[in-house]
């Protein structure tokens, strides 16, 4: 699976990429502000632990425990580093979705003394002036899935989300053969990706004059409640036969194992984690396009600490891309999950 090893690779690239002195970012300050440039009092300096607090959207999204873990794994690689810092992540992230929060725990992460934050941005506009006062502080701060481009971060790290939308509804229309009339299912209405995701598959629509637009669902991200969401939808629109997911939040459930009907519907979602793989093997979504999301916290955390502790400029934007599951490539990479710490991956995958 060729586009699995862009996951990967992600590390080596972004590291050719500092040691040639990449863009430096959303407007940060200047070398010697606050100690800003250099990540804080004495964070990076030789015997100096480095904290970095994590603020994904949701606890309850495994997207984002999955980033978590991640950005764990690169802590203890680090720090068990001969003459290498010691990094400490600090899980900062709320139970739900919710920008201000995200801006009271941007303001917590400065007074608990962390070095560094790399955040998911619920609200772009709630949470900027909290970031621009975390790097007027001496923080400093990179952005992973979900940006907040007019802010003094100084790294954001993600999908080109106008691309994934185009991608999730060139993939339903061939798995509905060119027609039908479909729903896409959008989770928070505020958050940027999201909307360029969105967008996304409006353009792409235009593409296909089989396939007609029925509406666009907005939902908290949770399972639970946009699972209820999609029964609500198929219920109230009984023409919808295809779903363009532009996250995979109702298939980390089993409730639609039942209440989708692989012959009437066809999903296509963002997303491809252990819970949904069942998803793919029956049929329903025939199509994952997977982010590594695992490597959110990943390859995060090693930017901060190049950038802080290695002193490296980084580029101002890294791409991820995503990765293409099919019933094909399901065991391979079922395992790749494994390999990523995954836990809960069913043994019938990994044959």
Same mark, same amino acid.
């Given at each position: 699976m060729? *586009?699995?090893?862009?996951a990967?690779a992600?590390?080596a690239?972004?590291?050719?990429?500092?040691?040639?002195g990449?863009e &430096?970012?959303?407007?940060?300050?200047a070398e010697?502000?606050?100690?800003a440039?250099?990540?804080?009092a004495?964070?990076?300096?030789?015997?100096?632990p480095?904290? =970095?607090a994590? =603020?994904?959207?949701?606890?309850n999204?495994p997207?984002?425990?999955?980033?978590r873990t991640g950005a764990?794994?690169a802590a203890?690689e680090?720090?068990?580093?001969?003459g290498?810092?010691?990094v400490r992540?600090?899980?900062?992230?709320?139970?739900q979705? $919710?920008?201000q929060v995200q801006?009271?725990?941007i303001? /917590?992460a400065?007074n $608990?003394?962390?070095?560094?934050?790399?955040i998911a941005a619920?609200d772009?506009?709630?949470i900027t002036?909290?970031i621009?006062d975390?790097v007027?502080?001496?923080?400093?701060v990179?952005?992973?899935d979900?940006?907040?481009?007019q802010?003094q *971060?100084?790294a954001?790290?993600?999908? $080109?989300?106008?691309?994934?939308?185009?991608?999730?509804?060139?993939?339903?229309?061939?798995?509905?053969?060119?027609?039908?009339a =479909?729903?896409?299912?959008?989770?928070?209405?505020?958050?940027?990706n999201?909307?360029?995701r969105? &967008?996304?598959?409006?353009?792409?629509?235009?593409n296909?004059p089989g396939? *007609?637009v029925?509406?666009?669902?907005n939902h =908290?991200?949770t399972?639970?409640?946009?699972a209820?969401?999609?029964?609500?939808?198929?219920?109230?629109y009984p023409?919808v036969?295809?779903w363009?997911?532009?996250?995979?939040?109702?298939l980390?459930?089993?409730?639609l194992?039942t209440d989708?009907d692989?012959? *009437?519907?066809?999903?296509?979602?963002?997303?491809?984690l252990p819970?949904e793989l069942?998803?793919?093997?029956r049929?329903?979504?025939?199509?994952?396009?997977?982010?590594?999301?695992?490597?959110?916290?990943?390859v995060g955390v &090693?930017?901060?600490v190049?950038k802080?502790?290695?002193?490296?400029?980084v580029? &101002?934007?890294?791409?991820?891309?995503?990765?293409?599951?099919t019933?094909e490539?399901?065991? /391979?990479?079922a395992?790749q999950l494994?390999?990523w710490?995954?836990t809960?991956?069913?043994p019938?995958?990994l044959q």
């Amino acid at each position: 699976m060729k *586009r699995l090893t862009r996951a990967a690779a992600v590390l080596a690239a972004l590291g050719a990429m500092a040691c040639g002195g990449g863009e &430096q970012g959303g407007g940060a300050p200047a070398e010697g502000e606050k100690g800003a440039a250099a990540g804080g009092a004495g964070a990076g300096q030789a015997g100096q632990p480095i904290t =970095i607090a994590v =603020i994904a959207k949701s606890s309850n999204n495994p997207v984002f425990l999955a980033a978590r873990t991640g950005a764990e794994a690169a802590a203890k690689e680090i720090s068990a580093q001969p003459g290498g810092p010691q990094v400490r992540v600090l899980w900062l992230t709320p139970p739900q979705e $919710d920008g201000q929060v995200q801006a009271q725990r941007i303001q /917590q992460a400065v007074n $608990d003394g962390a070095d560094a934050i790399l955040i998911a941005a619920s609200d772009p506009g709630k949470i900027t002036g909290a970031i621009n006062d975390a790097v007027g502080r001496g923080v400093q701060v990179m952005t992973f899935d979900s940006d907040a481009p007019q802010s003094q *971060r100084f790294a954001y790290y993600g999908v $080109d989300d106008l691309e994934v939308g185009k991608e999730v509804m060139r993939e339903l229309s061939t798995q509905l053969g060119g027609k039908g009339a =479909i729903a896409i299912l959008a989770g928070n209405q505020n958050a940027p990706n999201l909307q360029r995701r969105v &967008q996304g598959v409006r353009e792409e629509a235009k593409n296909h004059p089989g396939i *007609r637009v029925v509406n666009v669902f907005n939902h =908290i991200e949770t399972p639970q409640d946009a699972a209820a969401e999609v029964i609500r939808v198929n219920n109230a629109y009984p023409e919808v036969n295809g779903w363009a997911m532009i996250g995979g939040w109702p298939l980390f459930t089993q409730t639609l194992l039942t209440d989708l009907d692989p012959a *009437r519907y066809k999903v296509v979602a963002v997303d491809a984690l252990p819970a949904e793989l069942p998803y793919v093997e029956r049929g329903i979504a025939p199509v994952l396009l997977a982010q590594p999301v695992y490597q959110w916290g990943y390859v995060g955390v &090693q930017t901060i600490v190049d950038k802080i502790h290695h002193k490296k400029n980084v580029p &101002q934007n890294i791409p991820m891309q995503t990765v293409r599951v099919t019933k094909e490539n399901l065991n /391979q990479w079922a395992r790749q999950l494994r390999d990523w710490g995954f836990t809960d991956v069913d043994p019938k995958y990994l044959q």
